[in-house]
């Protein structure tokens, strides 16, 4: 797929398991994003990002708990620009979560699965996930940063 085909392609992947991209639980999200970054895609390089902590980004502190897929578009061999594709849910900051804060990349791991299974052994994703608390908000975008 083309980088710009990136963000309606993962719409589409979970529209045909049923899910609404507006109403998301982060693991439904996770395993659709799961089976989105085994896709190909047209560009440079290519990675996978989760993070999560309490940031004011939008103007209020929020939990993020972010998944994302970098795109390097180069031309003429040089960085043209990046791309990121986000599933970002945004939960109010309990006690619980204002202390978790962790970011890490595929890049640093031989294979996807390798990443895949790290992040779901990692506490900061393990208690967001079993969490009973649904996000505030979630989005699902593309930028060019």
Not at 54 to 69: E, L, S, W
């Amino acid at each position: 797929m083309k980088v710009r085909e990136a963000l309606p392609t993962l719409k589409q992947m979970m529209a045909e398991v049923g899910l609404d991209s507006t109403q998301l639980e982060p693991q439904q999200a996770w395993e659709v994003f799961k089976r989105f970054a085994a896709r190909p895609v047209e560009c440079a390089s290519d990675g996978l990002l989760f993070q999560c902590g309490v940031y004011d980004f939008t103007g209020k502190p929020m939990f993020h708990f972010d998944f994302v897929r970098q795109f390097t578009i180069e031309k003429r061999g040089d960085c043209d620009h990046i791309e990121q594709l986000h599933i970002e849910f945004l939960f109010e900051p309990t006690q619980q979560v204002r202390d978790m804060r962790f970011n890490k990349w595929s890049f640093d791991f031989q294979s996807l699965d390798e990443f895949f299974r790290f992040i779901e052994a990692h506490q900061e994703f393990r208690a967001t996930i079993e969490s009973a608390v649904r996000p505030a908000h979630v989005k699902l975008y593309q930028e060019r940063i």
